[in-house]
């Protein structure tokens, strides 16, 4: 295994900019989670690591060598990182056994095999190393583009979107499998997804992107407890937003009060609010509007003063036609504008 930096990465197609100075590490044996929107770099970021493509500016290094930068391009086999695609990429003419041996040919025949049933069995999937791709399901065809990626024992790997286009159920068992298989091979991975709940359940560390520039390195409690911007905010999951002024280190919305005591008073700034951080009681001062299940708790629109947020209650609790709101700070950010 081996730790993965990036150093003020640029990259452009024509005169779009894709990536701008972007930087960030990826420690040895961790798993990284590059989270963002559609269009905000990430998949860009993995194909410059593997060498499929060149950096314009910056640098690349894996395990300390130098792999992508000024007169410097890796061959992309040379990098000894593994990648699982997003359509998994398996061989249709080959069986399974075959797909995951496919990148040990430097061993023996009867070596390659037994490696390739090694990582199935590691995957829970030795009992279908006869099968071609076509007969398994979407979820034991990543599975086996997994093994095939790691068999080889890469420096690193690079996963993008490995938990899209599965139902809800299906993604967190596979989710656990992979995370399990990761853990046990100590590889170092980065993984693309757009999904903030993958990211906070999967990862060691977050890369928070946006219009390819990084808004967030962190771990994911951090992140999320302590967001560097409101954009960073959002990527971890719906907020309530209000534009004021400060006065007195707070920030007053209609709701209650942000602290704000970092910016100067008389200032304008963007309080941030997770849904959960907001307590209803029974009383007054809000409007319910809806409410709506969400799992053990209940979704409440709430309105005061004209505006409009989304509260996260204990699932039937009661509430009334209007309620009292407290913002708890633990989940309430103020930014200036």
Request: zero cysteines; charged letters at 20%.
């Amino acid at each position: 295994m081996s730790s993965v930096q990036l150093t003020n990465v640029r990259r452009s197609y024509g005169k779009t900019l894709v990536l701008n100075d972007v930087s960030f590490t990826a420690p040895e044996g961790q798993v990284v989670a590059l989270l963002g929107a559609s269009g905000s770099g990430k998949s860009t970021i993995l194909r410059l690591i593997a060498g499929l493509e060149p950096v314009d500016a910056g640098e690349i290094r894996i395990g300390g060598e130098r792999v992508s930068g000024a007169g410097v391009a890796v061959a992309t086999e040379a990098r000894r990182v593994g990648m699982v695609f997003q359509d998994y990429s398996l061989f249709p003419h080959l069986t399974v056994g075959a797909n995951v041996a496919f990148g040990l040919d430097k061993l023996g025949r009867a070596e390659r095999d037994e490696m390739a049933l090694k990582w199935l069995d590691r995957v829970g999937l030795k009992h279908r190393a006869g099968s071609y791709p076509h007969e398994l399901s979407g979820g034991e065809q990543q599975r086996v583009a997994l093994a095939r990626a790691l068999a080889p024992k890469p420096r690193a790997i690079l996963l993008d979107e490995p938990f899209s286009g599965l139902d809800a159920g299906l993604r967190a068992e596979l989710r656990d499998t992979t995370l399990a298989t990761l853990a046990e091979a100590r590889t170092t991975t980065l993984f693309v997804t757009h999904d903030a709940e993958d990211a906070l359940q999967a990862a060691d560390r977050l890369v928070i992107l946006k219009a390819g520039r990084v808004l967030q390195e962190a771990a994911p409690r951090e992140a999320y407890d302590h967001p560097a911007s409101l954009d960073a905010a959002a990527a971890l999951g719906p907020i309530n937003v209000f534009k004021g002024a400060v006065n007195n280190g707070v920030l007053d919305t209609p709701f209650g009060t942000v602290q704000a005591s970092h910016l100067a008073n008389g200032s304008t700034a963007v309080a941030a609010v997770r849904a959960e951080a907001l307590t209803l009681t029974p009383g007054a001062g809000a409007q319910v509007t809806a409410v709506r299940p969400h799992g053990a708790h209940d979704l409440v629109r709430i309105e005061a003063q004209g505006l409009a947020w989304r509260a996260l209650t204990p699932a039937r609790a009661p509430l009334g036609d209007t309620v009292s709101v407290q913002i708890q700070p633990t989940g309430a950010f103020a930014f200036s504008a």
